[in-house]
């Protein structure tokens, strides 16, 4: 049984950083290609940032491109998001996806993941 489970949100204030962590069990993140999504109130999850298991490159949508970091420890099995100059709008549940089969051009594509983490409050406020 795969189980994705994400921490580290929390309440900051704007030009703060918060490092996310996504533990995983029951799958290898290093042989998986493994995403962060964030997800506010009556949008559909928007794609952050993925690392493809084909190439082991990381991917970054433009809109964080810059402030956000994704990373893994393969020991530990975890992937994390290091989010720098947090901005209100990046106020968000923030969710960590793992996939076995996609291809690069469905990386960014909610359905192409098949696990699902319980996501993580991120708010951004002064």
């Known amino acids: 049984q795969v189980q994705v489970v994400e921490s580290g949100g929390g309440l900051v204030q704007p030009g703060a950083s918060l490092r996310l962590s996504c533990v995983v069990s029951?799958?290898?993140?290093?042989?998986?290609?493994m995403g962060w999504f964030r997800q506010v109130p009556g949008s559909e999850r928007q794609f952050l940032a993925a690392i493809f298991r084909n190439n082991q490159n990381t991917y970054y949508d433009d809109s964080v491109n810059g402030r956000f970091t994704m990373s893994r420890d393969s020991a530990k099995n975890t992937v994390y998001l290091q989010m720098n100059n947090l901005k209100l709008e990046d106020t968000a549940i923030y969710y960590c996806?793992?996939?076995?089969?996609?291809?690069?051009?469905?990386?960014?594509?909610?359905?192409?993941?098949?696990?699902w983490g319980q996501g993580t409050q991120v708010t951004v406020s002064s």
């Open positions: 029951g799958l290898t993140v290093r042989t998986s290609t």
């Open positions: 996806a793992a996939g076995r089969g996609l291809i690069l051009s469905t990386l960014r594509f909610e359905r192409s993941y098949d696990y």
